[in-house]
Nanobody, 126 residues
Framework: QVQLVESGGGLVQAGGSLRLSCAASGRTASSAVMGWFRQAPGQEREFVAAIKWSGGSTNYADSVKGRFTISRDNAKNTVYLQMNSLKPEDTAVYYC???????????????????WGQGTQVTVSS
């Protein structure tokens, strides 16, 4: 199993940018799908973006496509989420997650991911 620790959250004005980081340790993550999810108060956990470590293919939620970019640094075992043009509706706790079972395709479902970080708060003011 892989252990995940998120960082980089904070308070930003609408239109601004933040970069989240997810540091992975333990099992090698190069064969995994790494995803970002978010959860606002009273809301379901929502898929944001994911990346396959081996080939780098990505998938994004429609709500963030064109604004957010997911990337990875295999040497550092770190996944990033660059968030630009932030909106108040992006406010949520953001979680990094690892799917070590579904290697061949990217899932947008939270229940397909086995390992989760503790989350980092992102707040976007208007």
């Amino acid at each position: 199993q892989v252990q995940l620790v998120e960082s980089g959250g904070g308070l930003v004005q609408a239109g601004g940018s933040l970069r989240l980081s997810c540091a992975a340790s333990g099992r090698t993550a190069s064969s995994a799908v790494m995803g970002w999810f978010r959860q606002a108060p009273g809301q379901e956990r929502e898929f944001v973006a994911a990346i396959k470590w081996s080939g780098g293919s990505t998938n994004y939620a429609d709500s963030v496509k064109g604004r957010f970019t997911i990337s990875r640094d295999n040497a550092k075992n770190t996944v990033y989420l660059q968030m630009n043009s932030l909106k108040p509706e992006d406010t949520a706790v953001y979680y990094c997650a690892a799917d070590l079972r579904h290697v061949w395709a990217i899932s947008q479902m939270a229940y397909d991911y086995q390992n989760w970080g503790q989350g980092t708060q992102v707040t976007v003011s208007s």
